[in-house]
């Protein structure tokens, strides 16, 4: 399923690298920017929710939340978000459903990994409906920044 802006975007209830559990309506009423990533640990990934971790106040500023979502268990995201001091929720699509619905999940992925989730953003207004939607089909890519924040400008 492909995801373009206008749609109402898949709701989802997930675990966070603290356990709690946390669910797309959490965000109700505010601009939420959704990435899903491949894999915890890994050096792109690692540098796409850094970069996300510096610039957090812009977000901040723009009224969004930022979420990061991955197949990775909850444990080794708790690991993750700590090592790289991470300050937004990571969570643990395990079961790989709504990276699925978000047309974001790689069947094959390499050496061999079935089921990970594409590297992708998305940006969701405060109605739920997406305003932005990219998602790259090579992992070794970084979501535009920019137009995510040219994005969320125009909802202000």
């Keep these: 399923m492909v995801l373009t802006i206008g ?3 898949p709701s989802f209830k997930l675990r966070a690298s603290d356990t709690s559990e946390v669910s797309l309506e959490s965000y109700q009423g505010k601009n939420l920017v959704i990435l899903f990533f491949p894999l915890a640990f890994t050096s792109v990934c690692t540098t796409e929710l850094c970069t996300m971790r510096d610039d957090i ?9 930022v979420i990061a979502i991955s197949v ?3 444990f080794t ?6 090592e790289n001091n991470l300050n937004f929720p990571l969570l643990s699509d395990f079961n790989k459903e709504v990276s699925r619905s978000y047309g974001s999940l790689y069947e094959d992925f390499v050496l061999g990994l079935k089921g990970v989730s594409k590297r992708s953003a998305f940006v969701i207004d405060p109605e739920g409906k997406i305003q932005y939607a990219e998602v ?3 992992a070794g ?5 920019n137009a995510i924040n040219e994005t969320l400008k125009s909802l202000s």
């Design 141 to 145: 890519e970084i979501p535009n920044f």
């Design 7 to 9: 749609n109402k975007a």
């Design 77 to 82: 995201l708790a690991k993750f978000k700590e």
């Design 57 to 65: 106040t812009s977000y901040s500023d723009l009224n969004a939340d």
């Design 136 to 138: 790259l089909e090579n």
């Design 72 to 74: 990775d268990s909850p």
